[in-house]
């Protein structure tokens, strides 16, 4: 069936560094996207989504790219920090439907 | 983004009781909202989809008579693990869904289980 998955399961990264988190997804009619970052023994907490009719969404520190013609999707972190630690996750919508999630990439930042 | 509360956050029961969790959207009335699991190191699972005033939509292998799901008001969802067993331990995760386009899905900090 189709999912959500991801490249790397982990990505090591240098305090102050630019961090880029990769997703590829197979459903071409998804239509939404959104990452989330999960900190250990706690839920997930919404980062930044994107609607398919969008190539590039920025927020606080975070650039969300979609590359639709590859079905890509990936994170950036600028000046990664120490409390960037955690695991991300990418999922995917089709239409109003359920969320289906990648299997998440640990990142590990180091001082 | 938008606030949803979970409690207990963490729970140890003995086997064979029910546990409940209950589930808040505290900024936003959620006619839907989603039950997860998680076992360490993996990816969420979906266990249901709880419709505010209608029974919940079950995942395929997940009993509904064991983990019992009301959605009883807009902003609040209740799971019941019934008579817990110890392979019930586990992470459980609510979430809940803006009604407004795009309709973004917010988590809850989870709660621990534990059955002993």
């Known amino acids: 069936g189709e999912s959500v998955g991801l490249h790397l399961p982990t990505l090591s990264v240098q305090e102050g560094d630019n961090s880029i988190i990769n997703c590829a997804y197979s459903n071409s009619a998804s239509d939404y996207f959104i990452w989330y970052k999960q900190e250990s023994g706690k839920g997930p907490q919404f980062i930044i989504d994107i609607r398919s009719n969008m190539d590039k969404r920025q927020g606080q520190r975070v650039t969300v790219l979609l590359n639709k013609t590859v079905k890509h999707l990936s994170l950036q972190i600028a000046a990664t920090q120490p409390g960037d630690s955690a695991v991300y996750f990418c999922?995917?919508?089709?239409?109003?439907?359920?969320?289906?999630f990648g299997a998440g990439t640990t990142v590990t930042v180091r001082a | 983004g938008a606030v949803v509360s979970q409690h207990p956050s963490r729970v140890i029961c003995k086997s064979g009781t029910s546990v409940k969790i209950e589930c808040r959207s505290l900024d936003f009335q959620a006619t839907t909202m989603f039950w997860y699991r998680q076992f360490p190191k993996q990816s969420l699972m979906l266990m249901a989809t709880s419709n505010e005033g209608s029974k919940a939509t079950y995942e395929q292998g997940v009993e509904k008579d064991k983990f019992l799901i009301n959605h009883a008001s807009l902003t609040l969802s209740t799971l019941t693990v019934t008579s817990a067993h110890p392979e019930d331990s586990s992470f459980y995760i609510c979430s809940a869904r803006e009604p407004q386009v795009p309709k973004t899905q917010y988590f809850g900090p989870g709660t621990r289980l534990l059955v002993l």
């Open positions: 999922a995917e919508r089709e239409n109003d439907y359920k969320l289906s």
